[in-house]
């Protein structure tokens, strides 16, 4: 059974940083593709960044230069530095895993940056 456990959500000031992490158990996660995406209230859930199985990263154009996507095969781990965040960053943040069209989510981790 694949799990996905997200952290390090929380309150931050406009500016201001957070590095959220995904731990996963339950898959062979370098064969995964992972991403984190995000739900801000009443909008539809968005990618924000992903990594494949080969290492390869895509970062959506709203948060290019400022959010960085990185995974970490030998503790099954994806994590996701964000820096100089916006108020428009305000959102529940979720972790995802993906092989062959099937797709596992974590729980997901609220990130608030007051306008």
């Known amino acids: 059974q694949v799990e996905l456990v997200e952290s390090g959500g929380g309150l931050v000031q406009a500016g201001g940083s957070l590095r959220l992490s995904c731990t996963t158990s339950?898959?062979?996660?370098?064969?995964?593709?992972v991403a984190w995406f995000r739900q801000a209230p009443g909008k539809q859930r968005e990618l924000v960044a992903s990594?494949?199985?080969?290492?390869?990263?895509n970062v959506a154009d709203s948060v290019k230069g400022r959010f960085i996507i990185s995974r970490d095969n030998s503790n099954k781990r994806v994590h996701l530095q964000m820096n100089n965040l916006k108020s428009e960053d305000t959102a529940v943040y979720y972790c995802?895993?993906?092989?062959?069209?099937?797709?596992?989510w974590g729980q997901g981790t609220q990130v608030t940056v007051p306008s």
């Open positions: 990594t494949s199985s080969g290492g390869s990263t």
């Open positions: 339950g898959l062979t996660f370098s064969r995964y593709t």
């Open positions: 995802a895993a993906e092989r062959g069209g099937v797709r596992s």
